[in-house]
């Protein structure tokens, strides 16, 4: 069983910037693949960027290509969502999710094993 923690969600401006942060519990953390997704009020859960259990290879959504970047220390079991020039589409509660059977950066929210409660992102106009 793992058990993720999100934090680091809040209030900004747009253009702004947040750092998110997911701390597993397990001492498997490093090998399971990562992912953040999303999910806006009235509107589907959505996949936003996932990071493989080496961290060598990443997946973003086209919406945050350029401005989110996803990197994880497996030494500390945490994986991290830098959220740069923020916009008021990107509001949403953000949700960490790790996927222990196959390790790469998948798009898709039924390859996940795991999740946490979720963190709010408000970005303000």
């Known amino acids: 069983q793992v058990q993720l923690v999100e934090s680091g969600g809040g209030l900004v401006q747009a253009g702004g910037s947040l750092r998110l942060s997911c701390t597993a519990s397990?001492?498997?953390?490093?090998?399971?693949?990562m992912g953040w997704f999303r999910q806006a009020p009235g509107e589907t859960r959505e996949f936003v960027a996932a990071?493989?259990?080496?961290?060598?290879?990443?997946n973003y959504a086209e919406s945050v290509k350029g401005r989110f970047t996803i990197s994880r220390d497996n030494r500390k079991n945490t994986v991290t969502l830098q959220m740069n020039s923020l916009r008021p589409v990107d509001t949403a509660v953000y949700y960490c999710?790790?996927?222990?059977?196959?390790?790469?950066?998948?798009?898709?929210?039924?390859?996940?094993?795991?999740w946490g409660q979720g963190t709010q992102v408000t970005v303000s106009s």
């Open positions: 999710a790790a996927d222990q059977r196959f390790g790469t950066p998948l798009q898709a929210m039924f390859e996940y094993e795991y």
């Open positions: 397990g001492r498997t953390f490093s090998s399971y693949a």
């Open positions: 990071i493989s259990w080496s961290g060598a290879s990443t």
